[in-house]
């Protein structure tokens, strides 16, 4: 497995892009410089009034599929 972490700051009205499907794929630089593609409905459950925001953790297989995405700390 391989982890990620990055921090996400995604307006409600940007966020909405992504849900209605005009955006598939978000891509974030991670705390070492990677730069990570996933898809976009992976955000979701982590949607509240103000958009997206915080620290997050992604984690894939070893065939970088994702595994899940944690808001952490």
Known sequence: MKEYRFSLSISTDEYLRYYQGQAVAV???DSEGRTIRFP????RAHVNHAGIQGRFRLITDDEHRLQRLERIG
């Not at 976009?40 to 955000?43: I, K, M, P, V």
Request: glycine share 0%; net charge neutral; aromatic share 0%.
């Open 27 to 29: 891509v974030v630089t």
């Open 40 to 43: 976009a409905n992976a955000l």
